[in-house]
T-cell receptor, first 113, second 112 residues
């Protein structure tokens, strides 16, 4: 069975500083990977996805993620965070595009002025 | 274009009552998913419809939960004899064939 681990429950970062959120997955075959963001009281918004090809993927809002098969990781990064990036971030995996998602527990990001 | 919509946005019910939650997917999307988000369990898959195929019901937690999708579009998630542990945010998503999922704003269910 597939699983996703997000080791950091909370991260606090200063505005303008860089951000990296960790995601490790467990899946036997080539995974399809996603990062979603959820602002308070909102649904999930897709930041980026990895299906195949280039292992460094660019997303919306200045985010990027790198797929590392050897480490079973798909970490999310942003060079300079804005106060509006305060939210909860979820990593998700599926065995095939369009199939059901398995989510990590989420990482809540707080941004200090 | 319009995104995924869900209704109601909030639902408060009494233990033992039945509830129906509605999802309107993005027009043309062939797949529709239901997930549940709760403090204790995080985000969990419930059920998934793909075109005319039999739904994947593997995530439904009990036989009190059911869902249908009429005409390949709107879906209704029904919870019978609600329990307090059913309190959660119920999220619906839709996708084009073999593509990423787009989520609705969710329905917050509170069972008193």
């Amino acid at each position: 069975a597939q699983s996703v681990t997000q080791p950091d429950i909370h991260i606090t970062v200063s505005e303008g500083a860089s951000l990296e959120l960790r995601c490790n997955y467990s899946y036997g075959a080539t995974p399809y990977l996603f990062w979603y963001v959820q602002s308070p009281g909102q649904g999930l918004q897709l930041l980026l996805k990895y299906f195949s090809g280039d292992t460094l993927v660019q997303g919306i809002k200045g985010f990027e993620a790198e797929f590392k098969r050897s480490q079973s990781s798909f970490n999310l990064r942003k060079p300079s965070v804005h106060w509006s990036d305060a939210a909860e971030y979820f990593c998700a995996v599926t065995k095939a595009a369009g199939n059901k998602l398995t989510f990590g527990g989420g990482t809540r990001v707080l941004v200090k002025p | 274009g319009a995104g995924v919509s869900q209704s109601p946005s909030n639902k408060v019910t009494e233990k033992g009552k039945d509830v129906e939650l509605r999802c309107d997917p993005i027009s043309g999307h062939t797949a529709l998913y239901w997930y549940r988000q709760s403090l204790g369990q995080g985000l969990e898959f419930l059920i998934y419809f793909q075109g005319n195929s039999a739904p994947d019901k593997s995530g439904l937690p009990s036989d009190r939960f059911s869902a249908e999708r009429t005409g390949g579009s709107v879906s209704t998630l029904t919870i019978q004899r609600t329990q307090q542990e059913d309190s959660a945010v119920y999220l619906c998503a839709s996708s084009a064939y073999r593509n990423e999922q787009f989520f609705g704003p969710g329905t917050r269910l509170t069972v008193l």
